[in-house]
């Protein structure tokens, strides 16, 4: 379950007059719980990729399939997690969590062992009764990513999320996001702008053109999960970083 699949798929904005072509005949399949990581220049329509296998847009051409049938709509079997926090101020880490499972009407026994098992995963088993404002940005971030996890989809769609955390924070998340995944496998597609960051969390790295985005390159991970934040330093890691940032360019500069 969660085998998304791009089938030439072109998305074509009109706003005020001006057409913006966004994605062009993109083709791509990611495997059920495959984590695939999207790299690409800014505005070639990454998010616009997300937004389609959302069902928050809906294709110009070709088409977007999820288990073999169209996207039609957003629905909860696939979930959005964005740069910005969208937990809610008024409830607690506990309440935000149990959110998606109150909506679907799960019994409240199942609900507190399903909540307590995620904030266990992101380590806030002792911030349950904590109300957002008393957690930094990345501990908000982890009910965040909670909150989706518990909601039960199959597809989760990651638009930046760790993208304005500092470092330290930012590698927290990935063994957060990582022990979160091991435990719960999810079909991911996880845009950033960070060359580490796709190497470390992905399975499979995607270097989108500029816009109108295809796929450049398509770079398969060659590291077995439960990866350690050393590996960073290992030859290969290295080499793979060195060879995305250079297809990265290669693209930037032919259309710059
Ligand atoms: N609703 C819309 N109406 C008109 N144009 C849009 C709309 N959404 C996106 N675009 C345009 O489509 C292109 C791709 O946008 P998109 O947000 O997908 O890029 P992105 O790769 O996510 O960029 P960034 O790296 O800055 O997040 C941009 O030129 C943008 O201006
Ligand atoms: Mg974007």
Not at 1 to 12: A, R
Not at 18 to 29: D, G, H, I, Q, Y
Not at 162 to 183: R, Y
Request: aromatic share 8%.
């Amino acid at each position: 379950m969660g085998v998304i699949e791009f089938d030439q798929v072109s998305k074509e904005f009109a706003s005020r007059g001006k057409r913006t072509l966004a994605l062009s005949e993109t083709t791509l399949k990611v495997e059920e719980h495959q984590v695939v990581c999207v790299v690409g220049p800014s505005g070639c329509g990454k998010t616009t990729l997300l937004n389609l296998v959302a069902g928050f847009l809906a294709p110009t051409h070709g088409s977007v399939l999820v288990d073999g049938r169209q996207v039609a709509a957003p629905d909860a079997s696939r979930t959005v997690v964005f740069q910005a926090d969208a937990v809610f101020p008024w409830l607690t880490v506990r309440r935000n969590v149990e959110y998606g499972l109150r909506l679907r009407g799960v019994d409240r026994t199942t609900r507190e062992e399903r909540v307590d098992k995620f904030l266990s995963l992101v380590g806030l088993d002792q911030f349950g009764d904590a109300f957002p404002k008393e957690l930094s940005g990345g501990m908000r971030k982890r009910v965040d990513i909670a909150r989706a996890y518990a909601s039960g989809p199959q597809v989760l769609l990651l638009d930046e999320p760790f993208g304005a955390l500092d470092i330290f924070t930012k590698e927290s998340m990935w063994l957060a996001l990582q022990a979160i995944n091991a435990s719960e496998p999810r079909t991911i597609v996880f845009v950033t702008h960070d060359i580490e960051e796709a190497l470390f969390v992905g399975d499979r790295v995607i270097v989108m053109t500029p816009r109108p985005a295809r796929v450049h390159a398509d770079v398969t991970v060659p590291f077995a999960r439960n990866r350690d934040l050393d590996i960073r330093g290992t030859a290969d890691f290295q080499q793979l970083r060195i060879d995305i940032a250079h297809s990265l360019r290669e693209v930037s500069y032919a259309h710059a």
